[in-house]
């Protein structure tokens, strides 16, 4: 019998308990008997069904040699690095849904396994339920990963879904996610698409094989975007998601997560509310398209103990792969060339020299939309386009093509 730690009992590590628990049985079919042993928690849960099991001191974990496996929910770098450190260097695997710490120090964390002949994943990092790390790492192992594109945040896809749908205001469906617990009290890292762009890191990093840093992607969030410019969006018959993409190019790669302006025949856009998707493009299979829920209690519970059960098959034996820690130097994405559709007050006739003179030639679309307009823009750079943008006056917003 394989003994395993929780640590954390929040949503994701109370949800860990019960997939192991309740789901021993199809856990043993695989050939692993396991079972929880501790819950490390600062609470008390009197009442609960495991609160036998809890403990508040995480040395009870570390100087207990049937502990094998740890799996860790905390959330956050701290303390969440430290415990995953020492339980790696006692010898015991450890598997988490942690993309914070993942983006920030995985490459250190894999380097300390393989240093103790124990195991680091983290599959429950980036998709939620979806297995989306370990498909890259075993089943497109032959092949070369040229691009990365997807939703990877169920909160900002709900959001966009209910304000396409209803037409509301980003504000009164923030709340409401929020009511429904979708949303984070304090939602930043969400709508910000810092969540999204550590896992855009993550991924970034394991295709290269090596570290990718989150703060060297460029970030937009969702906040911006409205009702008016989903009319635009279905004007041109398309639809806008929050996306996070990485494209490789004889530079090497680079990486963005912004709104952007899809197709609505877009693979991608098979994911609404809280689901998410992820298109892998490769040298060999082409597109393969990997569809679920990316959060929740049982989702992301179900992917970490995926990783656990793997784990418990290799005690004693490393076998993980990831990225070393030497730095990817991702390309500067200024250098590179988007379409923009760009949103402006007054008419196109008046501004088409303007915007001619900005970014070269421009198709205007008319959403029906008083006192404004909008242009498509060709292909332009990155830098060239924020600088043109910034030199104009009465701008309501841009939002990339494609």
Known sequence: MV????????????????????NSDVIAAHGVDMHVKYILDLRDFPGDKYESLVTHDFEDIIKDDEVKVVCEAMGGVEPAFTFSK????????????????????????????K??????????????????????????????????????????????????????????????????????????????????????????????????DWEQIRTEGITKVTPVDFKYAHKLGRTIKLIAMCQKTDKGFYAIVSPRMIDKDDPINCAQDVFNAVLVRSDM????????????????????????????KHVGEHFSAGWSEEAENLVDIDSVEFSYF?????????????????????????????????????????????????????????????
């Open 3 to 22: 003994k395993a730690a929780v640590l954390g009992y929040g949503t994701v590590g109370s949800g860990v308990v019960q997939v192991i628990e309740e």
């Open 86 to 113: 020492r339980a790696l260097e006692a010898g015991k695997s450890v598997c988490t849904s942690n993309k914070e710490l993942v983006a920030a120090k995985g490459a250190e964390l894999m380097r300390i396994a």
């Open 115 to 212: 240093e103790n002949n124990a195991n680091y994943l983290f599959e429950a990092s980036v998709g939620g339920g979806i297995p989306i790390l370990r498909t890259i790492n075993d089943a497109l192992t032959a092949e070369r990963i040229e691009c990365v594109k997807g939703i990877l945040n169920g909160t900002t896809n709900y959001i966009l879904t209910k304000m396409e749908r209803e037409g509301a205001d980003f504000d009164v469906v923030l709340k409401e996610a929020q009511d429904k617990g979708y949303a984070e009290r304090n939602p930043e890292a969400d709508v910000e698409g810092h969540d999204a762009c550590r896992k855009m890191a993550i991924l970034v990093s394991l295709i290269s094989h090596r570290r990718a």
């Open 285 to 312: 299979l082409d597109d393969s398209l990997y569809y679920g829920r990316g959060a929740g209690k049982l989702p992301t519970a179900s992917a970490v103990v995926g990783d656990a059960v793997e784990l418990a």
């Open 342 to 402: 760009v949103r402006l007050g007054g008419s196109f006739a008046d501004r088409r020299d303007e915007l001619t003179a900005s970014f070269g030639e421009v198709s205007e679309v008319n959403a029906g939309v008083e006192g404004e307009f909008g242009v498509i823009t060709k292909p332009v750079s990155e830098g060239s386009f924020r600088t043109a943008y910034e030199k104009l006056t009465d701008t309501k917003g841009y939002i990339r093509i494609g």
